[in-house]
Each structure stands twice: as structure tokens, then as C-alpha cells.
T-cell receptor, first 111, second 116 residues
Framework: DAKTTQPPSMDCAEGRAANLPCNHS???????VYWYRQIHSQGPQYIIH???NNETNEMASLIITEDRKSSTLILPHATLRDTAVYYC????????????FGGGTRVLVKP | DGGITQSPKYLFRKEGQNVTLSCEQN?????MYWYRQDPGQGLRLIYY???????QKGDIAEGYSVSREKKESFPLTVTSAQKNPTAFYLC???????????????FGAGTRLSVL
């Protein structure tokens, strides 16, 4: 599996957009980028995924660079309930579709 | 109400004792997974099963065992051989049907295991 690098922590003001970066410079052509988040003491929750095009759903937007070596998760209007650890994961069929969770980014949304 | 149910929420193990963590899903998913999470760390894969009666070791399978006799159930046994079992255990499932890229795993609420 390609490895990902994320900042260990970041703060965000409530109501503002939160931009979470992720580097995955060794990603291969058939690997997808997935984002999950884990609110304290709960199971991880799927947010969004993408291959090379930008994606948007009701939770967030995912921007993937043209060379696919990095991506950004955007929470458009952060709320206090968005405080969580956010994991960026690269996975594909070759790895048995296994998800490898790194340390993630601990996001604290402040009022 | 579809989802993944893990029980119990809290579990205590005595020295030399085997304990079994339950994971049941009614999502009709083929694949199921067990992860371990230590404080402040990410999740690590213990075992996974793609179909009934088949399972594979993950990255940290030593000291653990599983079975997959039914599609909806994937119990994890923490054996006495696991010397440091205190952790948060998470079960997940995935639908293998349909588009291959939908590697979306759905997680239970977890079981917190402690050693007495």
C-alpha cells in the first residue's frame, strides 16, 4: 500500500472551512484515496473517496492534485461535531482492498 | 436498523484467560475485518474474512483467532498467548459486490478490553 503523510494536528474555527492536507507521493495508478474520521471512542466513519477527479458529497469535498501525489479534504463549514481524528488512506485491489490507518490528523474545531 | 453490532462494550480479562468478542452485521456484507487500536494510535488489522469459512491473517494476528461460520458473524477470540491485550477492538464490514473501488468499510462501536 502507498503510505500517506498527514499533519498530526490542526485547529479550525467553527463555521469556517477546514482544509486537511495529505501527501501520498507513492500512490499507484489503480489506488484510490479514502478519507475516514474517528470521533473520540467511536468507530471510524467513512467520509469520501476518489481516484483522480475531485469529489463532493454531503459531508465534504475531496481535491486530488493532477499528479495524484497529494489531496485535500475540505469540510466547508466546520462545526464542533467535526472535532475528530481524520485519516487519509490509499488502497487498491492489489492490497486486497485493505485499509492501512496511519496516525491521522487530530482536528479541533473551536467556537 | 442496519448496522454492525459489537458486544460487549467493555470486557475484562484475567491472566491466562481466553475471551471472545462478538461482531454481528445485518448489512449482508461479504467481507468482515477486525482491528486493534492502542491509545493515540491508528488502527491495525488483526484478521479479515472475504467470504464464509475463509479468513486471512492481518498485520498483528499473533495471539488472536477468528471463525466465520455465518455471513453475518465474525467473532474474535483473544487468547492467553496475547500478552498485551488491553486495547480498543473494532469490527468492520464491506460489500464486495458491485464496483470494485467501493472499498468502504462500515465500523461497529468497538469493544474496550482491559486486563485485570
Amino acid at each position: 500500500d502507498a503510505k500517506t503523510t498527514q499533519p498530526p494536528s490542526m485547529d479550525c474555527a467553527e463555521g469556517r472551512a477546514a482544509n486537511l492536507p495529505c501527501n501520498h507521493s507513492t500512490i499507484s495508478g489503480n489506488e484510490y484515496v479514502y478519507w475516514y474520521r474517528q470521533i473520540h471512542s467511536q468507530g471510524p466513519q467513512y467520509i469520501i473517496h476518489g481516484l483522480k477527479n475531485n469529489e463532493t458529497n454531503e459531508m465534504a469535498s475531496l481535491i486530488i492534485t493532477e499528479d495524484r501525489k497529494s489531496s485535500t479534504l475540505i469540510l466547508p463549514h466546520a462545526t464542533l461535531r467535526d472535532t475528530a481524528v481524520y485519516y487519509c488512506i490509499v488502497s487498491g485491489k492489489a492490497a486486497g482492498n485493505k485499509l492501512t490507518f496511519g496516525g491521522g490528523t487530530r482536528v479541533l474545531v473551536k467556537p | 436498523d442496519g448496522g454492525i453490532t459489537q458486544s460487549p462494550k467493555y470486557l475484562f480479562r484475567k491472566e491466562g484467560q481466553n475471551v471472545t468478542l462478538s461482531c454481528e452485521q445485518n448489512l449482508n456484507h461479504d467481507a468482515m475485518y477486525w482491528y486493534r487500536q492502542d491509545p493515540g494510535q491508528g488502527l491495525r488489522l488483526i484478521y479479515y474474512s472475504q467470504i464464509v469459512n475463509d479468513f486471512q491473517k492481518g498485520d498483528i494476528a499473533e495471539g488472536y483467532s477468528v471463525s466465520r461460520e455465518k455471513k453475518e458473524s465474525f467473532p474474535l477470540t483473544v487468547t492467553s498467548a496475547q500478552k498485551n491485550p488491553t486495547a480498543f477492538y473494532l469490527c468492520a464490514s464491506r460489500n464486495r459486490q458491485g464496483l470494485a473501488e467501493k472499498n468502504i468499510q462500515y465500523f461497529g462501536a468497538g469493544t474496550r478490553l482491559s486486563v485485570l
